[in-house]
């Protein structure tokens, strides 16, 4: 039975048929946090058996070789499978909550009351 992939949603190790390169989690403590944080998952388990799929990686991903074999050098970045919900996004920059300047507000005061005694006056000579 093959390994199967920890990215929630994702079926890759599920059929025999299916042939998709897997790789282990890296031995590095550093790039092993990397790598379970960019996966959109919560309880993704730490052990030495935990593989994620090549269908997680850009089709030309950088791959170095690590004990005699090739692995990617980035943490996986493609999670078509998984619901739009649970992919982290970039935080939105902060709107900046300027407040008017009370010259601004009275002048704006005084151009409302200036109209209404105008509009007054105009009602007044019309009758």
């Given at each position: ?13 599920y059929?025999?048929?299916?042939k ?24 993704i ?18 791959k170095l ?6 692995r990617p050098?980035?943490p ?16 939105s ?13 009275s ?5 409302i009351?200036?109209?209404q ?10 009758v």
């Amino acid at each position: 039975m093959g390994r199967k992939c920890c990215v929630t949603g994702c079926r890759s190790g599920y059929d025999s048929q299916d042939k998709t390169s897997v790789f282990r989690l890296p031995r590095d403590k550093c790039q092993r946090l990397r790598w379970l944080s960019a996966i959109p998952r919560d309880n993704i388990p730490d052990k030495a058996d935990t593989v994620v799929c090549e269908k997680h990686w850009p089709a030309e991903y950088e791959k170095l070789l690590s004990y005699g074999r090739y692995r990617p050098a980035n943490p996986p970045s493609v999670f078509t499978c998984v619901p739009q919900s649970l992919t982290p996004t970039a935080s939105s920059k902060p709107r900046s909550t300027k407040k008017a300047l009370s010259n601004q507000r009275s002048f704006i005061f005084h151009f409302i009351l200036k109209f209404q005694i105008l509009s007054l006056m105009n009602v007044f000579m019309l009758v």
